[in-house]
């Protein structure tokens, strides 16, 4: 189990790094640098929502983990599928800054993008919750049933809502940044979403 949380802490750590070097100085800025800085909203807002929703994930991942006696070949997979939407965050996060400063109809295929990667991880965070959980496979005796029913509930509930973003996201780019940044507020909150860690 070390060896699954170290390798998954290490994918959490690069991408959330890798965020901030989406960020650029300003470039010989026509109206002068506090006006090219302010330009950069969209970049900055891209790198809240998603250095949250990272970190927010990576608690609940924590927690999750936190609750499993064993792990078994099929959980490494949907664990490594998780992975692989953390790990190419970055990208979408970058695209998303760019084309918001651009506006048009390339802005809200960025942010289509951008959703289907929440969705993305989204949808794989609940499957690899719902692999554990089912039928007790995994977890050990720290939840009682209806806690396991209660937090399946919770994680299933973002599904629908992530495909809301990715239809918002037609519409208006910044609608649907702002309806990302709610749902990582649900999924951190006790009474929403957040994975309750184990009591020593």
């Given at each position: ?55 927010i ?24 599928l ?24 390339d ?94």
């Amino acid at each position: 189990m070390s060896r699954i949380e170290a390798f998954s802490d290490g994918v959490f750590a690069i991408a959330i790094t890798l965020l901030v070097l989406e960020i650029h100085v300003p470039e010989d800025p026509g109206n002068g640098l506090g006006q090219a800085l302010l330009d950069q909203w969209p970049a900055y807002a891209s790198y809240i929502v998603s250095f949250f929703v990272i970190g927010i994930i990576w608690v609940n991942h924590h927690a999750v983990f936190d609750h499993l006696q064993r792990a078994d070949r099929p959980l490494l997979f949907i664990n490594l599928l998780l992975l692989l939407f953390v790990a190419v965050l970055p990208f979408p996060t970058n695209l998303l800054a760019t084309y918001m400063q651009e506006g048009g109809a390339d802005e809200r295929v960025a942010a289509v993008v951008y959703s289907g990667t929440m969705t993305g991880m989204g949808l794989a965070f609940g499957a690899l919750w719902t692999y554990a959980s089912r039928h007790g496979r995994l977890l050990g005796e720290t939840l009682s049933p209806p806690e396991v029913q209660r937090l399946t509930r919770r994680f299933t509930v973002g599904a629908p809502i992530y495909l809301l973003s990715m239809l918002v996201a037609l519409v208006s780019a910044p609608a649907c940044l702002a309806l990302n940044a709610l749902l990582a507020v649900y999924y951190a909150l006790p009474s929403g979403g957040a994975m309750p860690h184990r009591i020593a």
